[in-house]
């Protein structure tokens, strides 16, 4: 069943970040949730084979020989399969030197003689010989939706014998998946009829010399063979099982276990369906601790000043309730009340209506070293400065140390984690939650949303706090990841200022090259064709241009980036060519539109950062993504041009733009942890590190070493970093893998502290259960030691890259610290406006670019202590193109 849901569902839009492919275990547990909706059992479990030789494979060499290897994109999908039973606590069974379909068997005949109605779902016919009054057998026909249940009046009219005559029938034709021959020239009308005549097989045998014919000549000649189709054929009723039929009894999913391996597994949707279908479990009820405590409409000075002052020393959830705002305003909430909570008490405070006093002692509360925790603080920031307030005294955001916690989790909605940490749904989400409190407020909903907000946050709060202690977390909270969603605040209120004309010449260029590329395309093949349509083009290249067979997919060859760059190099066609042109080219116009419709008011794009999106602690950016602006094309590099230096408020003029970007950081980084003597001290001698690296491994002065050697170092250092194989280098250099293997042999040879590093930081990773960046960022990976080679080799790959892209990440994020602050304290009215990889882009004042010239490259250079420098790269200029550098 999982191989038939693996075929049913295309692989390639089911990877997962890691690269694990997971569309069997989604088609396998969808169609698991399927049959359980449908069927209603009360009983459920599931039996898979192991890889070991089973008693059929001894006596039979050739038993299921001949079959097609099994996919790569397959590997590991049945024990994440069986990670998925498990949290959904269904037992799983696997027995050595036996099949699934002989525990199927034992288990049917277990029910049998308790008197039980079965349902075996099996894609296997053998099951068939199962089938009797009370258990039927569901046969799928067509992928995992199409399952009609087969019983004995559906078996004889198929084959025309009883389900207990099946396999003797299956011996006299064969099993072709079994790689089990039957008798030539017999096929399941002759066999049925012999079954018949003689009643069954046994019989047959007896009168063998009855048979006439040809056929009968040939049964006669090949009958050792039917008997022992027949003995591996039929399915073992009598094993001894790890599990009772009672212990099979099916129970409510362990919330907490589905909600991580979903998350790992980025199952979406699926998560809402399994809970939707099981409901509430009652263990996962509102647990009393967490029922909303009293509340109060805080509406004036004294009653404010009040609570508020019988707060004092507590952690208050705070919790803001407003207006979205269109996606193109900065501040992204018009904030109409506030929600207070502390674990005993909760407040909605209206802003509307309240008077000059209150107003004063509300914002001198939150300006205030007050400890408040709020989910999503940056957001808060910019909302409340909308309004006019400041925001002080945040010691938590549980977007953020869930994160922390958690950083394979894929969904930081407070909701869902009040479900998953604190067991209760508190109505965050839900309208009223339990405990039902009228607020007598127009709007009641939305204000006992907000209450029930704050204080699912402030409970979330104390909940995750020994968690991060525990992980070594809450350093990294409060010193570097909620003092940068300050300054990430002012930078997304900011924005970019934006050149329009520029970015509509580009996208009427974009356009004029998309309908050039398709027209040329056209000529060549000799008619029009959608190039935006993999099946279409799958009919040019491989039907009529006869091009070479690519990877092999569900709808037919792979017409992806990656096939479609193998092709070329096997059969550079010029259609081939236009086909990439317009590829590329569209790709650039989506750019381009999405910038324009991401310009604000005042003329400027505003950015948001996510700091809980990349398990390293990369921020990613979005709405619009600049990290997605491509920058080794001279056609990408141009959008560049159109983010200008602009004004700020009250038409203040800046002078011109700044970037300032980490040369080769994460090469510095593995020479800085691995601690290579010779890479650090090229980096020391201010060499070009590849240059060097090359000299070293090609035997070569460095003045000798070719720009095509230079490339090749380049792809292999990084490379290295991220866990790349031989064949992976070879492919991305497009050599032989073992000119690949002698250059990665020769690097190693020069650089024996990089090997070793990287051998160590996978072994340690073993031992610890996770990678830690130099500022102790952990990424916690359990399948390095499981025993799945597949899920194994993907945990590896990840721990080798993990301390590095993290440590990078970590550094970039002090930097911009160390840079806002510089600013601040040297009184300047310069500001940042964008970080991009490893890139910052600062907008500068008039008369103060001296300054900053000084001040960026010190403080980015400054924010870790490594062993070897931190070199920064500035560029100035009118347009971001033209700071480049």
């Not at 977007?399 to 869902?416: F, G, H, K, V, W």
């Not at 405990?435 to 209450?451: M, S």
């Amino acid at each position: 069943m999982a191989f038939r849901a693996f075929y049913a569902l295309p692989p390639e839009t089911f990877v997962i970040d890691t690269g694990q492919h997971t569309n069997a275990v989604h088609g396998f547990t969808s169609m698991l949730l399927t049959m359980i909706r449908q069927q209603k059992p009360s009983h459920v479990v599931v039996a898979f084979d192991l890889d070991t030789p089973t008693f059929r494979s001894e006596e039979y060499s050739e038993y299921k020989g001949g079959r097609n290897k099994t996919p790569e994109e397959f590997g590991g999908q049945v024990d994440l399969i069986i990670k998925v039973m498990e949290a959904m606590n269904v037992p799983t069974i696997s027995l050595d030197g036996y099949e699934a379909d002989d525990i199927i068997a034992t288990l049917a005949t277990q029910s049998e003689q308790a008197g039980w109605q079965t349902l075996v779902v099996s894609g296997d016919r053998d099951a068939f010989q199962l089938i009797t009054d009370n258990t039927l057998v569901l046969y799928p026909k067509k992928g995992i939706s199409d399952i009609p249940p087969m019983d004995a009046a559906a078996v004889q009219e198929k084959y025309f014998v009883s389900p207990a005559q099946y396999s003797d029938l299956a011996a006299l034709v064969g099993e072709t998946a079994d790689n089990l021959p039957g008798v030539p020239g017999v096929g399941p009308k002759t066999a049925a009829k012999w079954i018949n005549q003689y009643g069954g097989l046994e019989g047959i045998l007896e009168n063998l010399d009855a048979i006439g014919g040809k056929v009968g000549d040939a049964l006669r000649e090949h009958v050792e063979s039917v008997k022992r189709n027949r003995r591996l054929n039929h399915l073992l009723r009598d094993l001894e099982l790890p599990v009772t039929l009672d212990q099979m009894e099916l129970k409510h999913p362990n919330r907490e276990k589905v909600e991580e391996l979903f998350d790992a597994l980025q199952f979406k949707t699926l998560r809402k369906r399994l809970f939707d279908q099981f409901g509430e479990d009652a263990e996962d009820g509102p647990d009393p601790e967490h029922q909303l405590p009293v509340h109060v409409v805080l509406g004036s000075e004294t009653e404010l000043s009040a609570w508020l002052k019988d707060a004092v020393g507590q952690r208050v959830g705070l919790a803001l309730l407003g207006d979205q705002l269109p996606i193109v305003d900065p501040v992204g909430l018009d904030v109409r009340a506030l929600a207070l909570s502390t674990e005993n008490k909760a407040a909605f405070v209206p802003l509307e209506g309240l008077d000059a006093a209150a107003e004063k002692v509300l914002a001198d509360w939150l300006s205030s070293s007050d400890p408040k925790a709020v989910h999503d603080a940056k957001a808060a920031y910019k909302a409340l400065s909308g309004r006019g307030l400041a925001l002080a005294g945040v010691v938590d955001d549980t977007s953020i140390s869930s994160y922390l916690i958690q950083p394979e989790r894929r969904n930081y909605e407070l909701a869902d984690l009040s479900l998953y940490y604190l067991k209760s749904h508190l109505g965050v989400g839900e309208g009223k939650p339990s405990g039902q409190l009228d607020l007598g407020l127009e709007g009641d909903a939305d204000a006992t949303e907000a209450v029930a907000r704050a204080f699912a946050t402030e409970r979330l709060s104390a909940e995750l706090e020994p968690l991060l202690v525990e992980r070594g977390a809450d350093k990294l909270l409060s010193s570097l990841e909620l003092p940068l969603q300050r300054t990430l605040a002012e930078m997304e209120l900011a924005g970019v200022a934006i050149d329009k004309g520029i970015l509509d010449t580009l996208m009427a260029d974009f356009t004029t090259t998309i309908e050039a590329a398709q027209s040329e395309a056209y000529e060549l093949i000799g008619h029009e064709v959608n190039l935006g349509s993999p099946k279409q083009l799958q009919t040019v290249l491989f039907e009529e241009l006869e091009m070479p067979k690519t990877k092999k997919i569900k709808t037919g060859f792979s017409t992806d980036a990656e096939a479609l760059t193998d092709l070329m190099a096997k059969s550079p066609h010029p259609f081939l060519q236009q086909l990439q042109i317009y590829r590329d080219a569209t790709k650039l116009r989506q750019t381009v539109e999405g910038l324009l419709k991401s310009i604000g008011s005042d003329a400027r794009v505003h950015t948001t950062y996510a700091q809980n999106i990349a398990a390293t602690g990369r921020l990613s950016s979005n709405n619009p993504n600049l990290q997605n602006i491509p920058i080794r094309s001279e056609e990408g590099r141009r959008i560049r041009s159109a983010f200008v230096v602009g004004q700020g408020k009250a038409r203040q003029r800046y002078e011109t733009l700044l970037t300032a970007d980490y040369s080769q950081i994460e090469m510095r980084i593995m020479a800085h942890l691995s601690g290579d003597q010779a890479l650090i001290q090229a980096f020391k001698d201010g060499e070009d590190l590849h240059r060097f690296v090359g000299s070293h491994i090609f035997n070569v002065e460095p003045q000798d070493v070719t720009s095509a050697m230079r490339s090749k170092v380049k792809a292999m250092s990084y490379g290295l970093a991220y866990g790349l194989s031989s064949f992976g280098l070879s492919k991305q250099l497009n050599i032989s893998v073992d000119e690949a293997r002698t250059l990665m042999k020769d690097y190693f040879d020069r650089f024996g502290a990089v090997r070793d590093y990287l051998r160590g930081v996978v072994e340690q990773a073993r031992v610890d259960g996770y990678t830690e960046t130099i500022e102790g960022r952990r990424r916690y990976l359990p399948d390095l030691t499981s025993d799945n080679r597949h899920l194994r080799e993907i945990a590896e790959r990840v721990a080798l890259n993990s301390p590095i892209q993290g440590s990078a990440a970590d550094i970039i994020k002090r930097a911009m610290l160390g840079v806002d602050k510089a600013i601040a304290e040297s009184g300047l009215k310069s500001r940042m406006l964008l970080q991009v990889h490893d890139e910052l882009v600062l907008e500068v004042a008039p008369g103060e670019l001296a300054q900053l010239q000084v001040l960026v490259p010190e403080q980015m250079a400054g924010a870790a202590e490594l062993s070897v420098p931190l070199d920064v790269q500035l560029g100035v200029g009118e347009s971001w193109f033209d700071a480049g550098h």
